[in-house]
């Protein structure tokens, strides 16, 4: 079983920068992919960006040059640098993890979400 905690979220004016933490712990083998989606009660959830255990990363339009995903595989962790925030920002974000079980199962976790709120 694998645990996501995510810290970092928070209230912050437009333009402003956060930085989104995720920690795994728990039995498993080793993490794959990392990622994180966001949530808004409009909106479904969606991709914000991903990074595979080997660094390669992706992040979604909507934040390509403002948004920057980083991990430490030594740590279980992954991170999510948020710069030059806007109110269209304002969301729950979740963390995502595919980990190889300790029985060799491929598994996805999810954390439980921490809010982001940008004002304007």
């Known amino acids: 079983q694998v645990q996501l905690v995510e810290t970092g979220g928070g209230l912050v004016q437009a333009g402003g920068s956060l930085r989104l933490s995720c920690v795994a712990s728990?039995?498993?083998?080793?993490?794959?992919?990392m990622a994180w989606y966001r949530q808004t009660p409009r909106k479904q959830r969606e991709l914000v960006a991903r990074?595979?255990?080997?660094?390669?990363?992706n992040h979604a339009d909507s934040v390509k040059g403002r948004f920057t995903i980083s991990r430490d595989n030594a740590k279980n962790a992954v991170y999510l640098q948020m710069n030059n925030l806007t109110p269209e920002d304002t969301a729950v974000y979740y963390c995502?993890?595919?980990?190889?079980?300790?029985?060799?199962?491929?598994?996805?976790?999810w954390g439980q979400g921490t809010q982001v709120t940008v004002s304007s």
């Open positions: 995502n993890a595919v980990v190889i079980t300790a029985w060799g199962k491929t598994s996805e976790s």
């Open positions: 728990g039995s498993f083998r080793s993490i794959q992919d």
């Open positions: 990074i595979t255990r080997g660094g390669s990363r």
